[in-house]
């Protein structure tokens, strides 16, 4: 069982950076895909960014292009999103998820096998 956790949630001001990690102690990520997800009070659950462990790629979902931005270090087997010029409506939970990079799979599904139990982030003044 491969146990995930999140962490570099906090409050920020509008405008500000945070940086979400994600690792798995004692657990290596490198041939993994790897998404995050937030889910904000009231809301659906929605997929941001993820990463291919096949290739590296990222994708991001277009409310946050250009403002995040998601990397890996495999040899601190750790991956991280970076987010910039938060707004209110980014306000919300954010999870790290991992899904094995098998032949032929993509990192864009929330079809995932790990999940971790989240870092709240909260943009306000």
């Known amino acids: 069982q491969v146990q995930l956790v999140e962490s570099g949630g906090g409050l920020v001001q509008p405008g500000g950076s945070l940086r979400l990690s994600c690792a798995a102690p004692?657990?290596?990520?490198?041939?993994?895909?790897i998404g995050w997800f937030r889910q904000a009070p009231g809301e659906e659950r929605e997929g941001l960014s993820c990463?291919?462990?096949?290739?590296?790629?990222?994708y991001y979902k277009d409310s946050v292009l250009g403002r995040f931005t998601i990397s890996r270090d495999n040899a601190k087997d750790t991956v991280y999103l970076q987010m910039n010029n938060l707004k209110a409506e980014d306000t919300a939970v954010y999870f790290c998820?991992?899904?094995?990079?098998?032949?032929?799979?993509?990192?864009?599904?929330?079809?995932?096998?790990?999940w971790g139990k989240g870092t709240l982030v909260t943009v306000s003044p």
């Open positions: 990463i291919s462990g096949s290739d590296g790629r990222g």
């Open positions: 004692g657990f290596t990520l490198e041939h993994y895909h």
């Open positions: 998820a991992a899904l094995l990079a098998t032949p032929g799979s993509t990192c864009r599904t929330d079809d995932m096998d790990y």
